[in-house]
Each structure stands twice: as C-alpha cells, then as structure tokens.
C-alpha cells in the first residue's frame, strides 16, 4: 500500500508537488532533478512528469514555494545529463535491442517511431522531441544506436535543453504570478497536465486515420 501510494506521487509529481515541498522542503530540488533525469536519462521510464512538471515547478517558484532560477539551473542540468547518459546507453545496449521484436522492458514500437522521427526531421530531432513525450525519451537512445557524432549531440542537446526547460519552467513562473492562475492553481495545473498530451492524442488520432 505505501509503495502503490509512493509510485503514485512519483509518476504524479506534478499534481502533488505542493504537498511534496511542504513535506521535504530543501530536498524538493533534489525530488525535481531525479524525476527530470530519469525522464529523459531511461527509456524505462518514459511515463515520468516532465513538461508540466517543468511548468507547474515554474508557478510554484512563482509564489515563493521554490527558486526559480535554483530550478532552471538544475533541472536544465538534469535534462542535459539524461540525454547524454540515454545517448550511451543507446550505442552499448541499443543494437541488441533493436533487432528484438519486442523487449522485455521496451517496446520496439517506440523505438520505430523515434527511427521514423530521425528520417523526417534528422539532427533536429534531440531538440524537437523535447517537446513530445515518449519520443522524448526515445530520441538520444536511438542517436546512439545510429552513432550520431557526439559533439553534434552534445550541441542539439544543449540547446534542446535549454530551450525546453526555459520555456516551461519561466513559463509557469510568468503565468504563476497571474491572479487568475494563483486563484485557480488546480485547473490550471489540470489544464498543463491536459496540454501535455496533446502531441500523443494526435499521433494516435493520426495512425487511425
């Protein structure tokens, strides 16, 4: 029972930060870099918070639950590092995974679709899957599966992490300070954690068709 309600405020972050920072104060930060970590670093864990995490992390410094610059700095370094330790992850362990059909802990589906992703928009990728979750998580795993060059990942990821991370996190902290948003947090956290979906629900809808 501990562990099922432990395991629901992890991949619920988002919704339960507020109660997370009354509870660890200080250790927060180190709650917010693992999850972001994790996110981007494994693709076990693809079902992790991270766009609206970044944002509601933003609004909560908004209201002086959190430093927001403290947060930008950390969680930027977080979403860095996951990528290059995914990146490595991909060039020792991705090539037997990939000739699988079906792994015990990926699903190769993910996998394609990423590949796919790469033919389309090419180095562009490890900055434009930022924004789309589980590609997200997928996108430096299969970079280095395809042996992209390091110091062209290395340059996408920075700047793909700088710009992610900057927009959600000073984007929260900038509609935190809003009236209307301090008034109605939960909806508008609600409305985050909706917007967040979005890519995946037309991706779905798009395969259908």
């Given at each position: ?7 629901d405020v ?5 919704v339960h ?6 509870q ?16 981007t ?16 992390a ?13 947060v ?7 979403a ?19 000739k ?12 394609d679709e ?9 180095k ?10 589980i ?25 793909g992490g700088l710009i ?24 508008m ?8 979906l ?12």
């Open positions: 029972m501990i562990f099922t309600e432990f395991f992890i991949i619920n972050l988002d930060l507020q109660a997370v920072i009354n660890y104060g200080i250790w927060t930060y180190l709650i917010l870099w693992l999850i972001i970590f994790l996110e670093g494994l693709v076990v864990t693809p079902f992790l918070p991270g766009d609206s995490l970044l944002f509601v933003g609004a909560f410094a908004a209201v002086g639950l959190l430093n927001v610059a403290f930008f700095i950390l969680l930027f370094a977080a860095v590092l996951g990528d290059t330790v995914n990146y490595w992850i991909g060039y020792y362990v991705g090539p037997k995974v990939f699988k059909n079906e792994g015990k802990w990926l699903n190769k589906k993910y996998l990423t590949a796919h992703f790469y033919e389309k928009y090419g562009l990728t490890i900055v434009l899957a930022r924004f789309v979750p590609i997200r998580t997928f996108a430096p795993f299969v970079a280095g599966i395809g042996s992209m060059n390091y110091v062209t990942f290395v340059i996408y990821n920075i700047v992610w991370s900057a927009l959600f996190i000073f984007g929260g902290y900038f509609f935190g300070n809003l009236p209307w948003v301090q008034q109605n947090f939960s909806l956290i609600l409305l985050i954690i909706v917007a967040s979005i890519p995946i629900a037309v991706k779905l809808i798009g395969r259908k068709k």
